[in-house]
């Protein structure tokens, strides 16, 4: 066999190069790739990760000075930054700060304590690819009560002795620059354990280092029978998202006094994250969960971008007087909480049907239902039931459509002197719009003809009749 031949077979075995699992599987071995492909793995496994584990942390730093030391300005920070150079930020903060190493390893301690001693009935996740069957204690909303409670009652204790919980303001550069590292030595903990000893089979390698500390090594690693995904994404990621806004609005209250917008978009931000942990059982379905394995794209995401990223708007607010008046300020409330609303019924739409297998009415009329099955690794077969009426009729992704608008309701009470305030309604539109098309990808690998025709049913992505 010629040369040629052989590289013009080897091109076409590179395209049935998959990864699953951690772990590179082809007919055709890493050294037949294509020159195409060669630079596609090293840019998606190599490249991008090493680029984002750089840039992000300094991204929440940056927003960080942006709202304290430039009234919210991204422009006039960045010029700044530009000229005096970017490692100015991590200079005029104290990373590991007795204050900072005390607040973050006493919430973790109460958020995996709560997560092990709080009552909840015993819910189970989706079967795994390899057929593990994750399960988890239901104590989420408890959970979220009982902390928002403690912060209450800690700044009425601390009042009574001239102090105030929004010192986690002042002193919030220390506490997430430390947070920056302390979750670089997490991640690289996981990484560790997942190689040399993995909660289950739903682990493995890809043989690059970087992209398996990036990516992670195992889908539902636990230590101490403490899940880990639950503990970063929920317990610690969207309970200090609450801690924080709520922290926030009482630093605006003590400067300002009342603020209308403020009240508004505290208020949306709380309920939604009160309707996530009221739905917590159904979020550990998603495709963050299902997917994304525990590693720095995800934990350091929830332990770091979320306190940091996630409350931009109510970090900017802190320091800027906004009145919206009394119409305004219930309009968008209103829209925030018909957004909210809308979001939860389709959530809640789908769960019914699951759960009653279809045994039930969707929009007063009997669902319409694909029975779609699947094989696991393991070669069990499997069945789930795909929705094509309802909202999920609309569109294949349709909730996320009021997810965006809610974000925009709680954004824009802080009008448009500024761009800031707007970062993660940018953020969540690019997120859920690139989460759509992961999702279509994996329900296509996963249910074949199937999904074919779940979407000839429901064409549109996200958008009726336009997307």
């Known amino acids: ?41 090293f840019v998606n496994r190599t490249l991008l990760p090493i680029t984002l584990m750089m840039l992000t942390p300094n991204l929440v730093m940056i927003l960080w000075h942006t709202a304290t030391k430039f009234e919210g300005s991204l422009s006039a920070c960045l010029s700044a930054l530009f000229e005096n150079g970017f490692r100015v930020i991590w200079t005029e903060v104290t990373i590991c700060s007795p204050l900072a190493l005390s607040i973050i390893f006493g919430y973790g301690a109460w958020a995996m304590l709560a997560m092990k001693l709080l009552p909840g009935k015993k819910v189970e996740g989706p079967v795994t690819p390899k057929g593990n069957v994750p399960v988890y204690t239901d104590n989420g909303f408890t959970y979220f009560l009982l902390t928002m409670t403690l912060l209450a009652l800690i700044e009425v204790f601390l009042q009574s002795r001239g102090m105030s919980v929004s010192i986690v303001y002042d002193k919030f550069g220390d506490i997430l620059a430390t947070l920056n590292i302390l979750s670089f030595l997490f991640c690289g903990v996981l990484y560790i354990k997942g190689k040399t000893s993995p909660s289950t089979t739903d682990s493995g390698s890809s043989g690059n280092i970087i992209f398996d500390y990036y990516w992670g090594m195992e889908l539902y690693p636990r230590i101490f029978g403490i899940d880990i995904k639950m503990f970063t994404n929920c317990r610690f990621g969207m ?20 603020v209308d917008s403020n009240f508004v978009s505290t208020t949306l931000q709380l309920v939604y994250i009160t309707k996530f942990f009221w739905w917590e059982a159904g979020y550990l379905r998603t495709i963050d969960i299902m997917l994304d394995r525990a590693g720095f794209y995800i934990c350091w995401g929830c332990l770091v971008f979320v306190p940091g990223f996630y409350t931009v708007v109510s970090m900017y607010m802190v320091n800027h007087r ?39 009415l969707v929009w007063g009329k009997k669902p319409e239902l694909i029975r779609a099955t699947y094989t696991l690794e393991t070669g069990e077969k499997k069945q789930s039931l795909l929705l094509v009426s309802g909202w999920w009729g609309l569109s294949r992704h349709f909730h996320y459509i009021p997810e965006i608008l809610l974000a925009a309701c709680w954004s824009v009470p802080a009008l448009f002197y500024n761009y800031m305030p707007y970062a993660y309604v940018t953020h969540l539109f690019i997120l859920l719009t690139h989460r759509s098309y992961r999702d279509d990808d994996k329900c296509g690998k996963k249910y074949g003809p199937f999904w074919d025709k779940y979407r000839k049913k429901v064409p549109n992505r996200i958008i009726p009749y336009i997307f």
């Open 1 to 41: 066999m010629s040369n040629a031949t052989k590289r013009k077979q080897g091109s076409s075995k590179a395209k049935e190069v998959s990864f699953s699992n951690g772990r590179l599987n082809s007919t055709a071995s890493c050294d037949v790739l294509g020159s195409y492909e060669k630079i596609l793995l």
């Open 239 to 258: 309970m200090s998202w609450a801690l924080l806004v709520t922290i926030f609005c009482i630093k605006n209250y003590q400067i300002y006094g009342f």
């Open 322 to 360: 906004v009145q919206l008046g009394a119409i305004k300020a219930a309009c968008i409330l209103l829209a925030g909480l018909v957004s909210i609303a809308i979001n939860y019924l389709a959530d809640m739409q789908k769960q019914e049907v699951r759960g009653t297998n279809g045994k039930c």
